[in-house]
């Protein structure tokens, strides 16, 4: 595993902004049964972890999209991430609303943003991608080139990369799932038993959910 991923998993497991819990799975939204919860708007709150992640998604947008104009925030969690991320590269920013509002001006893109930039968007977790696919799909109705997606972690999952690969966008993260959990074992935060758990719920969310409803 890449020194980066190391430290950002052992980062977010420190400060619980990943929690797991393969005896006692959380439900998600969609009624998914998961043995890991991510939020990392928890890192907002250490100074360093924060920074260390804005340099690290920094680092990958210079490498892989030198020619990016505009930093996009995905409402509300890629919102801080991409301010500091535009602060550090002295870029402008705008974020992307899921949906249009339904008063005022109607506006899903906030900030300015001509026709015709080159801009990578913000995220601070792919689970299936959505959010980002619908932000994406905003920024091209606007006539904006999306040039990809950069986010602090992902689960790995496979919907992800085949939602991702459907939008011709390309996705990179700072730590994922399979380093998580190999960093979680050496810390001994899980055992061999939950590790089987764990890898289950990667290979077949849905097989997991039933399993454990």
Not at 116 to 143: H, P
Request: glycine share 6%; hydrophobic share 40%.
């Amino acid at each position: 595993m890449s020194k980066i991923a190391h430290e950002v998993a052992s980062n977010l497991l420190e400060i619980k902004a990943v929690t797991l819990s393969p005896k006692d799975p959380y439900t998600w939204a969609s009624g998914i049964k998961s043995p890991i919860y991510c939020d990392n708007r928890v890192t907002m709150s250490y100074p360093q972890i924060r920074k260390a992640i804005a340099i690290g998604l920094k680092n990958i947008i210079e490498e892989k999209y030198p020619e990016v104009e505009y930093i996009v925030g995905t409402a509300t969690a890629g919102i801080p991430q991409a301010c500091w991320i535009a602060d550090l590269m002295e870029l402008p920013m705008i974020y992307v609303r899921p949906e249009a509002k339904q008063h005022g001006r109607g506006k899903q893109i906030e900030g300015y943003i001509p026709e015709g930039t080159k801009a990578v968007v913000i995220e601070d977790l792919i689970s299936t991608g959505g959010s980002s696919i619908k932000a994406i799909e905003a920024l091209k109705d606007n006539k904006i080139e999306c040039l990809g997606v950069v986010a602090i972690f992902t689960y790995e999952l496979q919907q992800a990369t085949e939602n991702f690969a459907n939008a011709s966008v390309t996705f990179d993260t700072l730590s994922n799932y399979s380093t998580l959990l190999e960093v979680a074992q050496s810390l001994n935060y899980i055992s061999e038993d939950d590790l089987e758990s764990l890898n289950l719920w990667k290979k077949d969310p849905t097989a997991y959910t039933k399993q454990n409803s």
